[in-house]
């Protein structure tokens, strides 16, 4: 029985399964053996009845479906701009851009691609590959921004494609009025800064990452960091899944926060009026700065502690069910 | 059997075990693996897909002999799933019946059919 959990354990592991649900499946399987023994069957009987734990793990997870990759980007209506093909590796990404959106992910070929739709003109902007940095930005020089602004019924876009397992020094993306969307960023640094449009960041990993928004709505799921920063200023933000290894900030002036399944080490909240909603969020310590933002934490484990640390609020409270 | 096929019927017979009354987890897998030749590799994940679907709950119920078990309650979304997975069981079965039945009810009568044919196209 300890061999078949020991061995079920090294499986799910392997297969990135979160901690939590790891910690689930071989109580429920501790728990069946033991019932099975009682009801005599024997050590042999149990091989057949429960099977390969290699199948049961693999089964698990694509039952579950968890961290199910995300469709890639159809660029079906873009057009390609160009193929950078890469020899080396990308150390370096650098993304600014005005009223575009954009979406960056990870793509088939050994290539960086870059597509386009409903852009004007393309010769305005600077797009380049060079010496491991590859930049896609607007070039200020040649148009101002409230003409290009008045003038762009539709808002263009940007794909860009780096190779598969692309793995980062530096990730920044800077927009403004525009919807970013980033899936699998692997880099030591990860920076995204956007104004007035909504972010979307799905599977990003990175010694450190700071994202700050104004009033768009970001959507960060499946992160994995030694330290969070988020700065939003009037947007909700919705953070998911996720493993940081050291503290987490969150700061805005009145937005909400809704957190699920994420584990951190220290967590500070300093807000104006926002409220931060959580389920299944298990920070080590909480800090709370606000006039009346208030912090309700609903977890399903209640014997993991939480320490309430520094508490400075006019109206706010703490709430931990 | 393909395994899709599999997983769908074990599906439909873990939510059916629910439907009777709670019960704790290896109680359904051995429920199941008296009538289908599965083991508790195919049923365990179902479960718990079930379970994070919302069709489940669970709680912990001691039990008169050792630990506690925890135990699986379906709530009214997942009896709501079962009625639909039910109906449309039934009349797929119901339609494969209609069209193995053609050929005859019994491998008996299967056979005498087909034996009559081939002295038929014989004689011919």
């Known amino acids: ?321 | 059997m393909n395994a899709q096929f599999k997983r769908g019927i074990v599906e439909l017979c873990v939510l059916s075990e629910l439907v009777q009354e709670d019960m704790y987890g290896y109680q359904i897998i051995n429920n199941i693996s008296q009538h289908l030749d599965v083991n508790e590799n195919t049923i365990y994940p179902i479960l718990r897909r079930l379970t994070k679907e919302g069709y489940f709950t669970t709680y912990l119920k001691e039990s008169n002999v050792g630990a506690a078990r925890k135990y699986y309650k379906i709530t009214e979304n997942g009896f709501n799933y079962y009625l639909k997975l039910r109906d449309s069981w039934d009349s797929f079965i119901g339609g494969v019946y209609e069209i193995l039945n053609k050929g005859g009810k019994k491998n008996e009568e299967i056979l005498r059919r087909f034996e009559e044919r081939i002295r038929k196209t014989k004689t011919k």
């Open chain 1, 1 to 321: 029985m300890k061999k078949y959990l020991e061995d079920l354990k090294k499986e799910l592991e392997k297969l990135k399964l979160n901690s939590n649900e790891i910690a689930e499946i071989l109580e429920d399987h501790e728990e069946m053996i033991k019932e099975a023994k009682k009801e005599g069957v024997s050590d042999k009987e149990l091989v057949s009845k429960f099977g390969d734990p290699k199948k049961l793990a693999s089964d698990l997870k694509s039952e579950l479906g968890e961290e199910k990759e995300e469709a890639t980007q159809n660029t079906n209506d873009y057009v390609l701009y160009k193929s950078f093909p890469v020899m080396d590796s990308v150390e370096e990404v650098q993304i600014k851009l005005v009223s575009d959106d954009v979406v960056y992910e990870q793509g088939d070929m050994d290539a960086i691609e870059v597509y386009y739709k409903n852009i004007k003109d393309i010769e305005d902007y600077d797009i380049s590959f060079n010496k491991g940095t590859f930049t896609l930005k607007k070039d200020k020089k040649v148009k101002s921004l409230i003409f290009n602004i008045s003038f762009s019924s539709k808002s263009g876009s940007f794909v860009v494609k780096v190779p598969k397992d692309t793995s980062l020094n530096q990730f920044t993306l800077n927009t403004v009025s525009g919807d970013s969307k980033a899936i699998n960023v692997f880099a030591d640094n990860v920076k995204i800064a956007t104004t007035s449009g909504d972010t979307y960041l799905r599977h990003i990993t990175g010694s450190k990452v700071e994202i700050s928004t104004v009033s768009g709505d970001g959507n960060i799921s499946f992160i994995k960091t030694d330290n969070l920063y988020l700065n939003a200023v009037s947007g909700d933000f919705c953070v998911s899944e996720g493993k940081i290894d050291g503290d987490v900030t969150l700061n805005n002036v009145s937005g909400d926060f809704t957190v699920s399944k994420l584990e951190s080490d220290k967590f500070t909240l300093s807000t104006v009026s926002g409220d931060l909603n959580a389920k299944e969020f298990y920070p080590t310590e909480i800090n709370l700065k606000s006039v009346s933002g208030d912090i309700t934490i609903t977890n399903e484990d209640k014997l993991r502690p939480i320490v309430i640390g520094k508490k400075k609020t006019l109206s706010g409270s703490i709430k931990i069910k």
